[in-house]
């Protein structure tokens, strides 16, 4: 490929001309894949071209590209790049955006362009044009490089144009995610005949898909604890404004065997999605380490108070004493009220706290206080995890061990626990996951799930108060176990139920566009979940034309139940249309909201869908026959 350097906005691109593609503007209504010389169409329009790729024939792309521009049916013909390190294919519009030396006269602007053969297409100030290339112009990249070195012109900038990311969500591709049942279970973890409970989940891969990201990189997740490896590679890249209380300094203490806690806490909340390892409930969310758990009340105040004084959103706790000797104080219950109420200017810190692993039917008395959010657990059989601590201020349950258990990071000096027969040292089957990780449990993992899922909550909705934090988290819970452990919608072991972050950030959405004056969708009592029941169906064949908006493509049928539901109760009146086809040969489902006759009517409800957190796009129809 030949090479170029051309001016781009504030830097150079290092381009390379492609020797397969180009770009043509015909100047008839063919199709241009239809034409003799084209082998297929890349894209409909970029910089107003049809980017294809030319028959071969033996001859270079040059040539090639020269041939076709006498054919009848071609307008203008130009050549494609690719910019050193893309495989985004890039082209020149024609125009170049040019800014004269102070002082030069328009007559003498008009002699640099009639030296390249330029027309004006606008002037916008004294020194500032843009010029477009004409039939007798060199290619516009080149024309832009010699006006650069013209002694008259400041600035001249090709206008390129190239494809730009969209930004919908994609699932993590880190290595260890089909071992974090607590995210999504569907019954089953890869490599293992250990049978769990489908749905026995926190619904969190549902709620990064509703919201369609991983969450904000402007929430903060305070982990008070004791033993961060802040070089953990699924934590090292997020630290923000961490302290020791202990040293009282920015200078975390690491290396002590006696303290490996904090790590795997930390991770269940927010481990990074880098393309290894696990990742966390809110894997975007920026990660404040406070290590040095203490009851003194000194210690206690200055926790809570350098949590709300550093921009600390959420402060997850996976400690506290269940020793009647050690009851809670006038101080240290005001260090946490004031961190739950004066927080986040005002809206509240939102404060979690394990209720601990005695099997007693009394909390934790840290997550007693009533500004706390008192998190237990529940197995992966969506069963009461048995050492989960009781009481009336229980606030909701959430996946843990008990049965089968959690995945998370451990510190490099952590020497390890034994697993029920005392053989395995970090994993309770035996095989090795590797160094870094571990299985992990208690009401010390469940907390830092909910406050990760708090996390995506405050991604969906960051004016939300710590209070209403608190509300959507109970009134969005499902409820396991027996309806007979229900009183007045709470249980003493569940709480209001097992934590659904899927539906806790549809309602933070919701209120969020309750607030916006957006007209809200019809609520239904009980939606899909699992893609299995008994469901009417009304069929119809959808002519392939027009615009649609895609907003899925899945794999199992049951997703498409789900997803179809969803649309139904949050855009009802709007056709739902299932493109059937396939994929590497196998069978997929493309999910169609809307049928419309022009692409600006479907992108009008593209809008509606991306307000409302999901990702989606418009579709052609006609392309889907």
Wanted: charged fraction near 25%; glycine fraction near 10%; charge should be negative.
């Amino acid at each position: 490929m030949s090479k170029l350097t051309v001016r781009s906005g504030k830097s150079e691109l290092a381009l390379k001309k492609s020797q397969t593609l180009v770009g043509l503007k015909p100047a008839t209504e063919k199709p241009v894949e239809e034409k003799e010389y084209v082998e297929s169409e890349l894209h409909k329009n970029l910089g107003g071209f049809h980017i294809v790729a030319l028959k071969k024939d033996g001859g270079d792309i040059d040539a090639k590209l020269d041939e076709v521009r006498q054919e009848e049916d071609v307008e203008v013909g130009t050549h494609v790049y690719f910019a050193e390190g893309s495989n985004k294919p890039l082209v020149a519009t024609g125009e170049i955006f040019i800014t004269f030396a102070e002082g030069a006269s328009e007559a003498e602007q008009q002699i640099v362009l009639d030296e390249f053969k330029l027309e004006l297409v606008e002037r916008r100030g004294p020194d500032r044009i843009i010029a477009r290339v004409t039939p007798q112009s060199p290619n516009p990249l080149k024309v832009a490089n010699a006006l650069q070195q013209a002694s008259l012109v400041k600035l001249a900038e090709p206008d390129l144009d190239t494809l730009l990311d969209e930004y919908g969500f994609s699932m993590p591709s880190d290595d260890m995610i089909g071992q974090e049942w607590h995210l999504q279970n569907s019954g089953s973890i890869p490599g293992l005949s250990y049978r769990i409970r489908p749905g026995a989940d926190a619904k969190v891969v549902d709620a990064w898909k509703r919201l369609g990201s991983l969450g904000s990189e402007r929430v903060v997740v305070a982990v008070i604890d004791n033993g961060f490896d802040l070089n953990h590679p699924d934590l090292r890249t997020k630290v923000y404004r961490p302290f020791d209380i202990w040293n009282q300094s920015a200078n975390i203490s690491m290396g002590d065997p006696r303290f490996t806690h904090g790590t795997p806490c930390a991770s269940v909340a927010l481990a990074v999605a880098n393309g290894r390892g696990m990742v966390g409930a809110a894997p975007n969310a920026l990660f404040m380490p406070v290590s040095g758990t203490s009851f003194s009340n000194r210690a206690t105040e200055q926790m809570f108070d350098y949590c709300l004084e550093n921009g600390a959103d959420i402060i997850s706790c996976s400690w506290g004493t269940t020793d009647a000797n050690f009851n809670l104080g006038a101080i240290k219950e005001e260090a946490i009220a004031r961190a739950a109420r004066k927080g986040r200017n005002g809206k509240g810190c939102i404060i979690l706290f394990a209720t601990g692993n005695d099997d007693f039917d009394y909390v934790n008395f840290y997550a007693a206080h009533p500004d706390v959010i008192a998190v237990g657990a529940s197995t992966s059989q969506d069963a009461y995890a048995s050492y989960s601590n009781r009481g009336r201020e229980v606030s909701i349950c959430a996946p843990s061990n008990g049965d089968w258990p959690i995945l998370a990071a451990r510190a490099s000096w952590d020497e390890g626990l034994s697993w029920e027969t005392g053989a395995f040292k970090f994993y309770r089957d035996g095989r090795d996951r590797g160094p870094q990780y571990k299985h992990f449990g208690g009401t010390s993992s469940s907390t830092p799930l909910v406050a990760g899922i708090c996390a995506l909550i405050l991604s969906a909705n960051p004016d939300l108060t710590a209070r209403e934090v608190k509300e959507i988290l109970q009134s969005t819970a499902d409820k396991i176990g027996s309806p007979s452990e229900y009183t007045n919608g709470h249980s003493v072991r569940y709480g209001y139920g097992r934590v659904n972050a899927d539906k806790a950030v549809a309602e933070a959405i919701r209120r969020r566009d309750k607030d916006k004056g957006t007209p809200q969708p019809a609520e239904v009592e009980q939606p899909v979940i699992s893609g299995q029941g008994l469901f009417r169906f009304t069929v119809e064949r959808q002519p392939s034309k027009g615009w649609g908006v895609q907003a899925g493509v899945y794999a199992e049928y049951g997703n498409v139940l789900i997803q179809v539901e969803k649309f139904q109760r949050q855009f009802p009146g709007y056709p739902i249309i299932v493109n059937i086809n396939e994929l590497g040969g196998k069978t997929v489902y493309k999910v169609i909201l809307g049928a419309f006759s022009t692409i600006d009517e479907a992108k009008k409800l593209n809008e509606q869908l991306k307000a409302a957190g999901i990702s989606s796009f418009p579709a052609d129809l006609s392309k889907m026959g």
